[in-house]
């Protein structure tokens, strides 16, 4: 069965850096691609990052460009979300999801908390 399983959250100060991991097995992952979303506390869930299955494609949120970097590993199945300059603003559960025909798949999600 499809699974995803996010981990690298945690907790870092203002400006500090976070590398996120999701793990995904049950599927081909090459051809499949990857969606990070987050959610904060009393708001939408929203998109932060896509990429292609092929890793050639990425896309972003405005609040997340030039500061967040998603990348893929094929032969491992994995992909990472990088980001810098976390701001308080950035304060989530994130979760990497992807879409298999018209099924979507998450993970459990990860915290992340952005204070002094």
């Known amino acids: 069965q499809v699974q995803l399983v996010e981990s690298g959250g945690g907790l870092v100060q203002p400006g500090g850096s976070l590398r996120l991991s999701c793990a995904a097995s049950g599927f081909t992952f090459s051809s499949f691609a990857m969606t990070w979303y987050r959610q904060a506390p009393g708001k939408e869930r929203e998109l932060v990052a896509y990429?292609?299955?092929?890793?050639?494609?990425?896309n972003y949120a405005g609040s997340v460009k030039g500061r967040f970097t998603i990348s893929r590993d094929n032969t491992k199945s994995t992909v990472h979300l990088q980001m810098n300059s976390l701001k308080p603003e950035d304060a989530a559960v994130y979760y990497c999801k992807t879409r298999l025909g018209v099924v979507d798949y998450w993970g459990q999600g990860t915290q992340v908390t952005v204070s002094s």
């Open positions: 990429i292609s299955g092929n890793g050639l494609g990425t």
